[in-house]
């Protein structure tokens, strides 16, 4: 009994059985808070890199939505280091990172009519990390799932979702997962009552949810990905938020506000700007599409509009980089970085620009500077190239190691490329051995693990028989990628020998 009670007592030391500061609900709780408030602080930055970077041209917006947020923050159940900031990203979308570190889109704030409109998306956010809401997907196991990775964060909006590696990934992980129905409502609901704390008339969350069922009518599913894939517009959204409004009416003071002029006013600059952005978008479509021309056509009528923006011009940038105009691809990311030194992106293309323009150290410096800000696949494996150019192999191999775990074609090639380095050194590993005995024969099936051709192979057959050691060595292939081959060792047993220690060992293999 005492033992059990110390077990108990240790379990609830180790996991921490807590109320949780929102719900006032006891439960479990495997993430600390000290957790939660280091994955927000490591997360946020390499997160917002990933969804366009924070929004420059007119930082008043970002200073006007951190004041709105900390308004709501100041009444919620939970302190926490709250931050709000305004991303460079026309996809209507909002989230919240553990320990309070949310981030709107600019894309949503056009579709705002007040400033109690925009609370109501922020207070939704701030309950989501007040509730814990992320560190409970991560503990019920959402979340460091290598599939899951694969599918979230393909169907993103980022273009560099694929891309992301190493400790980044967990960010964008928490961003595009789904908290569950439960989670949506709580967030709603407590949302509400943090709005009405905070001055807000909470009649805005009603019309919100309206607004956006009126936007997602019409549009097509590319444009429902961010926020709306988590948080489908809907009738009962709506009318949930009604019920909720109206439960909290007779406790509701006089002096709530919507605050429309002051978010209108707020707003002008970006509104104004509108056309640039559009603009912008349509170029980044036709340059995935290759339509080069074109794209350039549309950046030119957004550099007109908005001649402030560094993504117009890193955006240019990317397409003379694809065309393998590398200088002109250089003066526009040095016109970018004048605008924008924090943007991962170009960083990123100057170095590859720089890498074939063969300016190893000066592409090496942009690579490495640019997975600080977020590391990626594609800067990780230039960078293995670069080092592999120089005749330093430990060096590519762990730029290639931290690569291969990418998807899509970068990680293939990376995977590869270390393959390359490191068959020679450990060939048992790349190769699969089944050994076999047919008729008293003994040989075995080998099968090539990497997506590559070995030219040749090495093989080793030992074994102990009726007291003797025996060994013999040999030599087959080319094997295909992929594929098996039978090997014979040419040692034939009969019932009556004794075989123990039998091994069958890949020594070599050559590309
Ligand atoms: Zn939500």
């Given at each position: 009994m005492y033992r059990l009670l110390s077990l108990l007592l240790l379990n609830c030391l180790l996991i921490s059985c807590a109320v949780n500061p929102v719900t006032g609900k006891n439960e479990l709780s495997f993430v600390s808070d000290a957790q939660e408030l280091s994955i927000g602080s490591e997360q946020y930055l390499p997160s917002q890199q990933s969804q366009?970077?924070?929004?420059?041209?007119?930082p008043g917006l970002t200073r006007y939505v951190d004041q709105v947020g900390q308004r709501i923050a100041n009444v919620s159940d939970r302190q926490l280091p709250y931050e709000f900031v305004v991303l460079n990203?026309?996809?209507p979308n909002a989230w919240a990172l553990p320990g309070g570190k949310i981030a709107v889109n600019r894309g949503l704030l056009l579709e705002l009519d007040n400033e109690a409109e925009l609370a109501a998306v922020l207070s939704h956010e701030v309950v989501h990390a007040a509730a814990k809401h992320g560190a409970k997907s991560m503990q019920r196991g959402l979340i460091l799932q290598g599939v899951l990775l694969a599918t979230t964060i393909g169907a993103s909006n980022s273009d560099y979702g694929n891309y992301i590696v190493g400790g980044a990934q967990l960010g964008a992980q928490l961003l595009t997962q789904r908290y569950g129905r439960t989670a949506e409502l709580e967030s709603d609901s407590y949302g509400i009552q943090y709005m009405a704390a905070a001055g807000y008339d909470p009649s805005a969350a009603i019309t919100l949810q309206q607004t956006f069922v009126e936007l997602s009518a019409g549009k097509d599913s590319s444009w429902l990905t961010g926020l709306f894939s988590s948080h489908p517009p809907s009738q009962e959204r709506v009318d949930a938020n009604r019920a909720s409004v109206s439960a909290l009416s007779p406790l509701l003071r006089g002096d709530l506000e919507l605050g429309r002029e002051r978010y209108q006013k707020q707003i002008a600059y970006l509104r104004q700007k509108q056309k640039a952005y559009s603009a912008f978008d349509k170029a980044d479509t036709l340059k995935k599409n290759n339509e080069f021309g074109s794209a350039l056509r549309h950046l030119d009528r957004a550099v007109e509009e908005e001649p402030g923006e560094a993504r117009f011009y890193g955006l240019r940038a990317d397409i003379h980089l694809e065309k393998e105009q590398y200088r002109p691809a250089n003066i526009y990311y040095n016109r970018a970085l004048e605008l924008d030194p924090k943007y991962f992106a170009y960083y990123l293309g100057r170095g590859l620009s720089m890498a074939r323009l063969g300016q190893a150290e000066n592409a090496k410096r942009d690579l490495e500077r640019s997975n600080e800000l977020l590391p990626t696949a594609i800067a990780m494996n230039e960078l293995g190239q670069l080092s592999l150019a120089e005749g330093d192999t430990t060096g590519a191999k762990n730029y290639f190691q931290s690569a291969m775990n990418a998807g899509g074609e970068t990680g293939a090639a990376a995977r590869d490329a270390f393959t390359r380095l490191d068959l020679p050194d450990n060939p048992a590993h790349y190769i699969e051995v089944a050994p076999f005995l047919s008729k008293g024969r003994l040989a075995a099936t080998l099968t090539n693990r990497t997506g590559l051709t070995i030219a040749r192979l090495d093989v080793t057959f030992a074994a102990n028989a009726n007291g003797e050691n025996i060994q013999r060595s040999v030599s087959l292939g080319p094997l295909g990628a992929g594929q098996s081959i039978q090997a014979s060792s040419g040692f034939r047993f009969s019932e009556t020998d004794t075989v123990t220690n039998l091994r069958v060992v890949v020594t070599g293999a050559m590309l």
């Open positions: 366009g970077g924070i929004y420059l041209v007119d990203n026309s996809q």
